[in-house]
């Protein structure tokens, strides 16, 4: 009818959707307009320094990079009559899923005041395909550390994990997923050790990579508010409360590397 017609090229050029035929499958659902625009994110291990480069880029006046969100835990349920409901919306659990992340970071994003948004949640090195489909417009900094200082890293924090052959298995799972980002997807690759030992040089690679005028103030993270140091939100030892970059530990010798960790070593250039 020429009146359905009418309305559904109406209802395309406001919403993107149209009426449909009684038994008909749903429209596919337009690609989402995103609140967040290019979000950066971290994609390293544990204990690998992504809380001290949060910080230094949370100084910057245009960056606004919030404690750990772990958006791969923030999911949305559906029952049957939800899924059949949002089903003719065109979404699934999925796609709200996304929509409820965007909204998320897109709201934390505001509150802050500022323009450039940077997450850096270490357990996102497992859902990167996620955050790219989410937004196909990010930005990853891959954030390198030596493993075996991640582990050594991860065991003085954690004393009562005790368990150095878990906590070898966990930082080895956490390394391979890094490192099959990395040759996967395009992005900036950092290392730990060198943004400790020149975190102006460093600092200003990562302005470049992401158009941003580089700014002094950054290396004074300690002046600026960046939220609680608490488990589960990102680093909370005694290093990254006294406001200023510190040199690394020396790394060991490569015969002392736990064999779990030495194809992630080498692959990074930590070891021969």
């Known amino acids: 009818m020429r009146w359905k017609d009418d309305v559904n090229r109406a209802l395309r050029r406001a919403t993107g959707y149209e009426l449909r035929r009684s038994g008909s499958a749903p ?3 337009r690609a989402a307009a995103r609140s967040v625009r290019a979000p950066v ?19 910057h006046s245009r960056v606004h990079a919030p404690h750990e969100i772990h958006l791969r835990y923030v999911t ?30 897109g709201e934390e994003l505001a ?21 790219l489909e989410c937004w196909p417009d990010a930005r990853l900094l ?6 075996a200082m991640i582990a050594r890293s991860r065991r003085v924090l954690r004393p009562a994990d005790a368990d150095d052959e878990a906590n070898v298995e966990l930082i080895r799972k956490y390394c391979d997923a890094l490192e099959a980002a990395r040759q996967r997807h395009d992005g900036l690759t950092l290392r730990y050790e060198e943004l400790t030992a020149d975190p102006a ?10 158009g941003l005028t580089w700014e002094p103030g950054m290396l004074d993270y300690g002046a600026q508010e960046h939220g609680r140091l608490k488990p589960g939100l990102g680093d909370w030892a005694d290093k990254i409360r006294t406001g200023q970059v510190q040199a690394p530990e020396p790394p060991p010798p490569d015969e002392d590397i736990p064999a779990p960790l030495r194809p992630a070593a080498v692959a990074w250039g930590y070891a021969a």
């Open 27 to 29: 429209a596919p659902q």
């Open 41 to 59: 994110f971290v994609i390293c291990t544990l204990r690998s320094g992504s809380t001290l480069l949060r910080m230094l880029l949370d100084s």
């Open 76 to 105: 949305v349920g559906l029952n049957k009559w939800s899924q059949r409901s949002m089903r003719e919306l065109g979404h699934d659990a999925r796609s709200l899923e996304h929509l409820l992340w965007d909204r998320l970071l």
């Open 111 to 131: 509150r802050s005041g500022k323009d450039v948004l940077v997450e850096k949640t270490p357990n996102n090195v497992f859902i990167v395909d996620r955050l």
């Open 142 to 147: 891959f954030l390198l550390r030596h493993p």
């Open 201 to 210: 040089r460093e600092t200003r690679r990562i302005c470049e990579f992401l």
